[in-house]
C-alpha cells in the first residue's frame, strides 16, 4: 500500500511544524518505526525552513501576494510519498534556486562554529539515505530526499 500526500504552505515560520506533524502524523498510523519517522521530520523541518527562509523573491506578485499557488513568492509546495519500503519528500519554492555547487554536489565548506545557520542541507543529507537538490526550470529549489522504510511489529501498512 502506499500513502501520498501534497501541500501549498505560505513562506511563514508556523507552516514548518504544521508540514512536520502532518508527516509524523501519517508515519505513526501507518506503523513506520519511530526513529526512522524522527529522522525524516527532522530533515523535513530543515528543508522547510530552507524554503521559508530562502524560497522567494520577496516580491510579491502572480497570486497577489496570498500565497495560494507554490510557484508565488509567498509558498513552497510539500509532497511525502510512502510508498512499499520507501519514503520519499521533496521541497520546491520559487527563491533563486541552487548555486551549481550545490546542484553538482561539490562539498561546501562547513559554517563558522558560532553561525546560527547553514547547517540545515548537511543535515538533511546525514539523516537521509538519498539527496538530490536542483533546481526548477525558471527558478526556484527542489530538495528530494528518501529513506528506507523500518516497521513496528504491528504495523497497520507494512508493505509485504
Known amino acids: 500500500m502506499s500513502i501520498w500526500w501534497s501541500l501549498h504552505l505560505r513562506r511563514e515560520a508556523a507552516s514548518v511544524p ?31 525552513a530552507n524554503a521559508v527562509e530562502h524560497g522567494g523573491t520577496g516580491e510579491e506578485g502572480g497570486d497577489g501576494g496570498d500565497g495560494r499557488t507554490a510557484g508565488s513568492p509567498g509558498a513552497y509546495r510539500v509532497t511525502a510519498y510512502l510508498d512499499g519500503e520507501r519514503c520519499r519528500i521533496e521541497v520546491a519554492d520559487s527563491g533563486p534556486g541552487f548555486s551549481a555547487r550545490r546542484v553538482v554536489r561539490r562539498p561546501l565548506p562547513p559554517p563558522a562554529p558560532t553561525a546560527e545557520s547553514g547547517r ?41
Open 120 to 160: 540545515g542541507l548537511g543535515l538533511i543529507e546525514q539523516l537521509a539515505d538519498h539527496v538530490h537538490f536542483r533546481n526548477k526550470p525558471g527558478h526556484g529549489a527542489v530538495v528530494s530526499f528518501d529513506k528506507i522504510l523500518k516497521w513496528r511489529e504491528d504495523a497497520l501498512l507494512r508493505a509485504m
Open 18 to 48: 504544521l508540514a512536520r506533524h502532518l508527516l509524523l502524523g501519517a508515519m505513526e498510523t501507518a506503523g513506520v518505526d519511530p526513529e526512522v519517522s524522527f529522522d525524516l521530520s527532522v530533515a523535513l523541518s530543515e528543508a522547510c
